[in-house]
T-cell receptor
Framework: AQSVTQLDSHVSVSEGTPVLLRCNYS??????LFWYVQHPNKGLQLLLK??????LVKGINGFEAEFKKSETSFHLTKPSAHMSDAAEYFC????????????FGPGTSLSVIP | EAGVTQFPSHSVIEKGQTVTLRCDPI?????LYWYRRVMGKEIKFLLH????????ESGMPNNRFLAERTGGTYSTLKVQPAELEDSGVYFC??????????????FGPGTRLTVT
């Protein structure tokens, strides 16, 4: 069965330092992968997506993620954290039997310390 | 362009009562999805409409939940009767026509349902 693991439920970084949010997935095929962000009292917003094109994907607000098939990982990074990055981040994978159906990871809450 | 909207933003009801959640997708989007996040758990898929037809309702927890999308525009999700375990945040999302995982789903802000 497919699954998505986000290894850290909470990450705390200082403003201006790099951000790394980890995501691993299990799948027997090549899925589509997404990162979504949810700020307090807001809807989920797409940060970036991987759909079998370039393995290094650039998203909005300076975020990027690299698809590594050998490691079944899709970690999210940003060189320098900003206070506005504080939010909850979800790694999402398309389901094997239906590309329209997606599976969410449990989420990682990111805190940014001034 | 208006995004996905959901109403109400928050609903508090007593066990046994009925609640109806509404989702207005982005205009022209054929696909409409409902998800739910129960406290402390992952966001889970509930069902998927393509226009007015239910494409996949495998995630609906039980027959107390009824989703409709009359005319292929807005959708409602009714819970009747509500139970304590139904508390959580209900998200709606929409995407353009066609299938394929490359289509981004646009999410609404969610409805927080509290059953007491």
């Amino acid at each position: 069965a497919q699954s998505v693991t986000q290894l850290d439920s909470h990450v705390s970084v200082s403003e201006g330092t790099p951000v790394l949010l980890r995501c691993n997935y299990s799948s027997s095929y090549s899925p589509s992968l997404f990162w979504y962000v949810q700020h307090p009292n807001k809807g989920l917003q797409l940060l970036l997506k991987y759909t079998s094109a370039a393995t290094l994907v650039k998203g909005i607000n300076g975020f990027e993620a690299e698809f590594k098939k050998s490691e079944t990982s899709f970690h999210l990074t940003k060189p320098s954290a900003h206070m506005s990055d504080a939010a909850e981040y979800f790694c999402v994978v398309s389901e094997e039997t239906s590309y329209d159906k997606v599976i969410f990871g449990p989420g990682t809450s990111l805190s940014v310390i001034p | 362009e208006a995004g996905v909207t959901q109403f109400p933003s928050h609903s508090v009801i007593e066990k046994g009562q009925t609640v109806t959640l509404r989702c207005d997708p982005i205009s022209g989007h054929d696909n409409l999805y409902w998800y739910r996040r129960v406290m402390g758990k992952e966001i889970k898929f509930l069902l998927h409409f393509v226009k007015e037809s239910k494409q996949d309702e495998s995630g609906m927890p039980n027959n107390r939940f009824l989703a409709e999308r009359t005319g292929g525009t807005y959708s409602t999700l009714k819970v009747q009767p509500a139970e304590l375990e139904d508390s959580g945040v209900y998200f709606c999302a929409s995407s353009p026509g066609g299938t394929g995982g490359s289509y981004e789903q646009y999410f609404g802000p969610g409805t927080r349902l509290t059953v007491t």
